[in-house]
C-alpha cells in the first residue's frame, strides 16, 4: 500500500513538473515567439519558411525541456537557435542542390553516351552499306583489311596480287568512304 502511495506522488510529482513546464513553454513563445519570427525572416526572406523555422525551433526546445539548460536570458538562446537553423537549412539546401546537379550532370552524360551511341551505330551501318557498294576485288580487299586485320604483304599473298595493288585499292576505298560519309561529321 505504500508502494503504491509513493508511486502515485512521483506520477503526481512528475505531472505538476510537466505542467509547469508547459506554462513556462507557452509563456516563452508567447513572449518570444514573433520576434523569434521577425529573426528567422530577416535570415529566410520568406514567411513560410521563417514560420517552419519557428516551429521546428519551438519544437526543439520542447522536445528537449526536460534536459535543456538555458544559460543566460531565451531571447539571445532563441537568436543562437535561428542562426543555427538557418545555417544548417542552408547547408542542407546546398547539399541538395549539389546533388541535383551531379544528377542532372550524370543524366546529361547518359543521354550524350546514348546519342553518341546512335551516332555511331549510325555510321556503321552507312559503312556497311558503303563497302557493299565497292567493286568486288576492292570490297574484298577491304574487309581483309579492315575486319580481318591483315596486313597489305598478307593481302597480296592471299590473293595473288602486288603489295602496290593492294595498297591503291584501299586508298581508293577509303576515299570513297571518305567523301560519302562527311555527311556524318566524323
Not at 546514348?114 to 551516332?119: D, L, P, Q, S
Not at 559503312?127 to 576492292?138: A, M, W
Request: net charge positive; with cysteine.
Amino acid at each position: 500500500m505504500i508502494e503504491g502511495i509513493v508511486l502515485f506522488g512521483l506520477s503526481l510529482i512528475k505531472a505538476i513538473f510537466a505542467l509547469m513546464t508547459a506554462r513556462e513553454f507557452e509563456h516563452i513563445y508567447r513572449t518570444h515567439g514573433k520576434k523569434l519570427f521577425r529573426i528567422c525572416l530577416v535570415f529566410v526572406k520568406d514567411e513560410n519558411r521563417a514560420a517552419e523555422m519557428v516551429q521546428d525551433i519551438f519544437c526543439s526546445i520542447w522536445e528537449r525541456r526536460q534536459t535543456l539548460q538555458v544559460k543566460g536570458n531565451w531571447e539571445h538562446y532563441l537568436y543562437r537557435a535561428a542562426k543555427f537553423k538557418y545555417c544548417n537549412n542552408y547547408r542542407d539546401s546546398m547539399s541538395e542542390q549539389r546533388s541535383l546537379a551531379t544528377y542532372a550532370t550524370a543524366q546529361k552524360e547518359i543521354v550524350d553516351n546514348i546519342e553518341e551511341t546512335v551516332h555511331y551505330n549510325q555510321v556503321l551501318d552507312q559503312v556497311e552499306q558503303l563497302v557493299e557498294q565497292l567493286p568486288p576485288k576492292r570490297k574484298e580487299v577491304y574487309k581483309l583489311s579492315r575486319e580481318k586485320g591483315l596486313s597489305s604483304r598478307e593481302i597480296s599473298q592471299q590473293l595473288h596480287i602486288s603489295e602496290k595493288t593492294v595498297k591503291n585499292q584501299l586508298t581508293k576505298s577509303l576515299a570513297f568512304l571518305k567523301v560519302n560519309l562527311a555527311p556524318y561529321d566524323c
